[in-house]
């Protein structure tokens, strides 16, 4: 890691894992007073919105996606293939999003909050490079056995795949 860590990218799921990886986050934007960016990666099969227009939010609709009022990546909707309706998802998204932005709130730690969609891993990397990102922060899963051998870990993957330096938070 450079000594100038100025942008720090926190991948936050809401595990444990991603909570102790949270404060190693507030720990190094408080030393370096760095910009914090706080994201969550949505799995899930993705459509062109055409809601939305790049770069706007329309005052009848709230965005959790919205950095600076900038939508990133280009819009998208989560399709329930089953019923064809909006996916649920979003609500969890948003719920797990604002409680950790609360407590980057009561640590007086400035931060953007984004969603992202698609593979974890490759959209994490992806962000951090068109970020300009200085260091990713992640918490450890610690898949074992087939499942590990199978599909590997996200951490695994990012530490791989970075355009960065990255911090995998083992968990206690």
């Not at 280009?74 to 409680?99: F, S």
């Amino acid at each position: 890691m450079n000594n100038e860590l100025k942008r720090i990218l926190i991948a936050y799921d809401g595990s444990n894992d991603s909570q102790q990886a949270l404060q190693q986050a507030i720990s190094l934007a408080k030393k370096f007073k760095s910009e914090l960016t706080l994201t969550y990666v949505r799995e899930g099969k993705i459509l062109p919105s055409t809601s939305l227009e790049r770069g706007t939010i329309p005052p009848t609709q709230t965005s959790h996606t919205a950095v600076d009022s900038h939508i990133y990546p280009p819009p998208i909707q989560l399709i329930n293939h089953d019923t064809g309706m909006k996916d649920e998802v979003e609500d969890e998204t948003e719920r797990i999003l604002n409680d950790a932005k609360e407590q980057l709130t009561l640590e007086n730690i400035h931060s953007e909050t984004i969603a992202l969609t698609g593979d974890p891993a490759t959209s994490i990397c992806q962000f951090a490079k068109e970020s300009n990102t200085d260091v990713i922060v992640i918490g450890n899963r610690g898949l074992s056995g087939i499942k590990k051998l199978v599909k590997g870990s996200v951490s695994e993957k990012v530490s791989n795949q970075a355009p960065c330096s990255v911090l995998i938070v083992k968990s206690n």
